[in-house]
C-alpha cells in the first residue's frame, strides 16, 4: 500500500498514455515477481538479458509463475 501512495505524484509524470501503460506492466511484473517469491531486481535482469534471444512462441517461460529459485537467488526456467 505504501508504494501506492508513494508512486501516486511520481505517476503524473509518465509523459504520455502509453509511457503510463509501460509503467503499469512494469510494476505489474515486479509486483507478481514479488509474490511468487522472487528478488524483482534479479528476475528482470534475467529477463531482460533472455528476451531479444527467446523464441516468442516460448515467451510464458519467462514469466515470475514459471521460473524457480537457484540457490544464488537468480531465477531460471524449469527443466
Not at 40 to 45: A, K, T, V
Amino acid at each position: 500500500m505504501r508504494a501506492v501512495v508513494l508512486g501516486r505524484k511520481n505517476y503524473l509524470f509518465a509523459g504520455s498514455d502509453r509511457g503510463g501503460e509501460r509503467a503499469a506492466a512494469l510494476y505489474t511484473l515486479i509486483g507478481t515477481a514479488k509474490l511468487n517469491g522472487l528478488d524483482s531486481e534479479n528476475y528482470l535482469r534475467n529477463v531482460f538479458t533472455r528476451i531479444a534471444d527467446h523464441p516468442i512462441n516460448r515467451i510464458k517461460e519467462l514469466l515470475p509463475w514459471n521460473l524457480r529459485l537457484q540457490p544464488d537467488a537468480t531465477p531460471s526456467t524449469p527443466k
